[in-house]
């Protein structure tokens, strides 16, 4: 077989599930670059962060008539696991890129830590397969994916372009909520030091139980004008590059030469 | 209130769940260390990586009786959400330190990025609370914690002596699977290079359906001798620094360079 056509294989999931629109938008806006192959979760997995299915089994399912010209399945598995099984499973050679989202909601600052979206992207950067995951900062099913689209293929298409050798290569590219015209650009950026400060919403069940909702206010406490939070309250598309080696190699140097653990 | 007292509050926490042999077994180690504080799932939640419970409430139930002189509860929700409740509902205080573990089987090298008691750890450290994750390289429910439990209260003594004032210090501690006398000591050590090479399992259900159980080799594609899987290896316990930041500098500074994402 000549498998090794000059088409890449473009390998295409999300967080929100097989029919969120932002899945939809993602292929077409790749669309003719390469063979697409999408494989989603049958169901939103939205902050599944990097879980995978242990101690049961997955289905897997065909979605015919999904898009002309596209190969789509459906998976019961959380966004790493639909990762895993495309590569094991599903694709007749390790994709050329894998492409995650667009999802409907940030994943900029400590979110990347948390989305699914940018686990299923991390998950097949490890499989030494180039990949971005993308977030469009509108939680809405009815979200405006316009700008999102143009600005996906244009990172795309040079990713494609300037293979730099980098197997792992791997990055989180949040878009802001504005019409096309109103973007400024694309800035290269580090994670913010942002988080959630929680506020559970206690309340009490029928049988007078107690329930907690998780709710929480999103603060930024980083003042850098070189962080993904910073470049998308201005308009910029973030693009941070992200790594799955989380060694913290600064305090294991401290810890070599400061702390008598031995 | 003179709640600021002297004794440290230590949160514990894991992800096998709060009737594993492991989580009973760091409390034990760290007893006489601090306030002891245990908030755990109310079931095994392995593997479920830094997911957390959007879109459904959670239960916390106090535990009676857990242990004399210890405050324990269980939560519906993955190991993330303990420690959000723990801090936001249950503790007084932030807790001086959080502990998670010990985990029954290894989080060494990329492991760190699928396990709960790993993720658990770095929420409390995005928190600022300075958090260390155990784990000892034994699946068993009957594995002997003797080894890790004398470690662990060493390196909790340590980081309790040896404040540095970083607030999200965070350390992956693990433990081989040899009796105390042949452990060779503590090493500092960085993440290793090394992933599991999935293999699905397609099966076929009574009704003629295929399912897929997730398998795989575990592979170290590592050489180095600096790394977590190299001092476990050779009988030591592994320490590796762990951080939340995932930007790529390195990537971030080639895109900056090279790049013509404009």
Chains 1, 2 share one sequence.
């Not at 050798?165 to 989180?172: E, I, M, V």
Request: hydrophobic share 35%; charged share 25%.
């Amino acid at each position: 077989m000549s498998e090794k056509s000059e088409r890449p294989i473009i390998l295409i999931t999300n967080d929100d599930g097989i029919s969120a629109p932002g899945l939809r938008s993602l292929v077409e806006a790749v669309e003719g670059l390469g063979e697409i192959v999408v494989v989603a979760p049958d169901k939103p997995q939205s902050g599944m962060g990097h879980a995978i299915t242990i101690g049961m089994p997955l289905r897997l399912t065909r979605v015919e008539d999904y898009k002309k010209g596209v190969e789509a399945y459906h998976t019961s598995g959380t966004p790493v696991d639909c990762v895993k099984l495309a590569v094991d499973k599903i694709l007749k050679r390790k994709p050329d890129i894998c492409l995650s989202g667009i999802n409907h909601g940030a994943n900029h600052s400590i979110n990347v830590i948390y989305s699914g979206t940018m686990s299923a992207a991390m998950e097949a950067s490890i499989e030494s397969i180039p990949s971005v995951g993308f977030s469009l900062l509108d939680f809405s099913v009815e979200a405006d994916f316009t700008a999102a689209k143009v600005y996906a293929r244009k990172i795309v298409e040079s990713m494609l372009k300037n293979k730099n050798g980098d197997r792992h290569f791997l990055l989180n590219v949040n878009i802001p909520k504005v019409p096309l015209e109103l973007i400024n650009g694309i800035k290269v950026c580090r994670q913010a030091y942002a988080k959630y400060d929680e506020d559970f919403d206690e309340r009490t069940d029928p049988t007078g139980k107690k329930y907690y909702w998780l709710t929480g206010e999103f603060k930024n406490f980083d003042e850098g004008t070189d962080t993904d939070v910073w470049a998308l309250e201005h308009n910029y598309i973030s693009v941070v590059p992200v790594q799955f080696d989380l060694t913290n190699y600064r305090l294991k140097k401290e810890l070599e030469q400061n702390w008598n653990l031995e």
